[in-house]
Nanobody, 124 residues
Framework: QVQLVESGGGLVQTGGSLRLSCAAS????????MGWFRQAPGKEREFVAA????????YYTDSVKGRFTISRDNSKSTVYLQMNSLKPEDTAVYYC?????????????????WGQGTQVTVSS
């Protein structure tokens, strides 16, 4: 079992920035990859970014490349998502999750545990 608490969301204008945090507990955080997903109203949850267990590799969906940066601090069992140059289409609830062993970093089905999410709203 793992507990996840996302924070850092809010309301920003187009072009603004936010830094999301996800604090994890209940498992050995440093041993598994972490992903960020988002879900907009009426849409399916989608992959945003992922980072390997030691932070050595990161992956992004095309729409956020160059604007978002995922990072982690294993000493704090926390993963971050720095979001810059935000656009209205980034509006969604953002979730973090640990990827199951052997799964694909981008595939929703390879993530099991979810927190309550944090709302990001970008106004035009």
């Amino acid at each position: 079992q793992v507990q996840l608490v996302e924070s850092g969301g809010g309301l920003v204008q187009t072009g603004g920035s936010l830094r999301l945090s996800c604090a994890a507990s209940g498992r050995t955080f440093s041993t598994y990859a972490m992903g960020w997903f988002r879900q907009a109203p009426g849409k399916e949850r989608e992959f945003v970014a992922a980072i390997t267990w030691n932070g050595g590799n990161t992956y992004y969906t095309d729409s956020v490349k160059g604007r978002f940066t995922i990072s982690r601090d294993n000493s704090k069992s926390t993963v971050y998502l720095q979001m810059n140059s935000l656009k209205p289409e980034d509006t969604a609830v953002y979730y973090c999750s640990p990827r199951r062993s052997g799964g694909f970093l981008w595939r929703l089905d390879d993530y099991t545990y979810w927190g309550q999410g944090t709302q990001v709203t970008v106004s035009s």
